[in-house]
């Protein structure tokens, strides 16, 4: 069973547009919940993170938002584009960081 | 350059063959970690290890084994590779929260 559930499996985007992920999770005790942005070929890198204490984090163009009592939380990608074009997984660990639980990811076209 | 590096990139082998992926991290990082990859599956977590001489299952280990036996090593061992697990693994290192994963190894058992 997937302890963290991620939507949309693709999404295409025109430049300029918003693009949004969904994720949610059962289990009460992460608390630690972090975005990973992959390119073909290569590694996952961590693109921004939250912890449950705070609502919002914007880094940039990116941000997440996260609903405590709702158990879910999304990456918002504003004025999306070309170079954006990923597969993004969201995560969930525990305070000690040595499990981590990836959702099944989204592959994000930016169309130009 | 901080970096995570994984031997071979590509794999192709045999049931029954045993097969080492090596995973090595030049940040002095005390955790590093293996994942697998699948399509649909997002990344699952093989193993961890916390320390030196310290390893511990995570979510899909069967089949695999692990050692560390120094810190910036941390070796994938499948003992006798069958055509589940054909995959994309990832090594990572992390200090706290912040992983830092390899290019991955795409192994393919016939």
């Known amino acids: 069973q997937q302890q963290v559930k991620q939507s949309p499996q693709s999404l295409i985007v025109q430049k300029g547009g918003i693009s949004i992920i969904n994720c949610a999770y059962e289990?009460?005790?992460?608390?630690?919940f972090p975005w990973y942005q992959q390119f073909p070929g290569k590694g996952p890198a961590l693109l921004i993170a939250?912890?449950?204490?705070?609502s919002e984090k914007k880094e940039g163009r990116f941000t997440i938002s996260f609903n405590k009592s709702a158990k879910q939380f999304s990456l918002h990608i504003m004025d999306s584009q070309p170079g954006d074009s990923a597969t993004y997984f969201c995560?969930?660990?525990?305070?000690?960081?040595?499990?981590?639980?990836f959702g099944s990811g989204t592959k994000l076209n930016v169309k130009p | 350059e901080a970096q995570v590096t994984q031997n071979p990139r590509y794999l192709i082998t045999v049931t029954g063959k045993k097969l080492t992926v090596t995973c090595s991290q030049n940040?002095?990082?005390?955790?590093m970690s293996w994942y697998r990859q699948d399509p649909g599956l997002g990344l699952r977590q093989i193993y961890y290890?916390?320390?030196?001489?310290?390893?511990d299952k995570g979510d899909v280990p069967e089949g695999y084994k692990v050692s560390r036996k120094e810190k910036r090593n941390f070796p994938l061992i499948l003992e006798s590779p069958s055509p589940n697990q054909t995959s994309l693994y990832f090594c990572?290192?992390?200090?706290?929260?912040?992983?830092?994963f390899g290019p991955g190894t795409r192994l393919l058992v016939l």
């Open positions: 990572a290192s992390s200090v706290r929260e912040t992983q830092y």
């Open positions: 289990n009460t005790a992460f608390d630690y």
């Open positions: 939250i912890r449950p204490d705070v």
């Open positions: 995560a969930a660990s525990r305070y000690n960081f040595n499990k981590f639980y």
């Open positions: 940040m002095n990082h005390e955790y």
């Open positions: 290890s916390m320390n030196v001489e310290v390893t």
